[in-house]
């Protein structure tokens, strides 16, 4: 049985610029009252965060709520379109220009997985745009729980049949990701810093590269 390369999808596969299509949302009721726009993004990207730990709801709802809390907070006006734009957006996010070639290499001599915080149905678009096939395409909706949860890394194992020894977990997001793997003793963790961000003695042994063009050279392909 070959060894299972896992990936978080979104921000280390394609390009989640969750920012940028929210900032196109809300910038002229951000100008209009004067908010910051730095302090708006960090602020929804914690309720984001908190979204995932609680109990399990699907991921439509938490964009729809997030983005609701955030304008809330701030003083601006929600309006149902808003969440509906930002997951209309999230559809046409593309991957980053390394990721399809470096797959395909990795994909001659592994299993390839999906380990994302997402649904199903949106997560069809994301697996559309990175063109290789998946030997497994696995979500929070499946596992009913989010990363860092244990129970998103206990049913990727459940669903690849491998242990913490034989699965490769990849993946850009820190806290989603590289802390809560820290658990799973021989489990490997590659982390994907896209963004020069500091890691932490604390949670070693990881291995650190700077995008996926790293991945298949360091994986022997």
């Known amino acids: ?31 209009e009252l004067g908010v910051d726009a730095d302090q708006f993004h960090h ?3 914690v ?3 908190q979204g995932v730990v ?5 991921y439509r709802e938490i ?8 304008m809330l907070l701030h003083g601006l006006e929600y309006r149902d379109e808003d969440g509906e734009a930002l997951i209309e957006a999230i559809k046409k996010f593309k991957p980053f220009r390394e990721v399809p070639d470096a797959l395909r290499r990795l994909k001659s001599e592994y299993d390839i997985a999906i380990l994302s915080n997402s649904e199903d149905d949106l997560i069809s678009y994301a697996v559309d745009e990175l063109g290789v096939e998946w030997d497994y395409v696995l979500t ?9 949860l244990p129970q998103a890394f206990e049913y990727l194992m459940k669903a690849t049949g491998r242990g913490p020894a034989d699965i490769i977990h990849t993946a850009q997001g820190w806290e989603y990701d590289i802390m809560p793997t820290k658990r799973y003793p021989g489990m490997r963790r590659i982390w994907v810093n896209r963004y020069g961000f500091p890691g932490s003695t604390a949670f070693q042994p990881y291995e650190e590269i700077k995008d996926l063009s790293e991945l298949p050279g360091l994986l022997g392909v």
């Open 1 to 31: 049985m070959r060894k299972v390369v896992s990936f978080d999808c979104y921000r280390t596969l394609i390009n989640f610029d969750t920012r940028t299509a929210t900032h196109e949302i809300v910038k002229d009721r951000l100008a």
């Open 43 to 45: 602020d929804a990207y």
């Open 47 to 49: 309720m984001r965060f």
């Open 54 to 58: 609680d109990a399990y709801r699907p």
């Open 63 to 70: 964009v729809r709520s997030t983005l609701r809390n955030v």
């Open 140 to 148: 929070a909706e499946q596992a009913g729980a989010y990363k860092p």
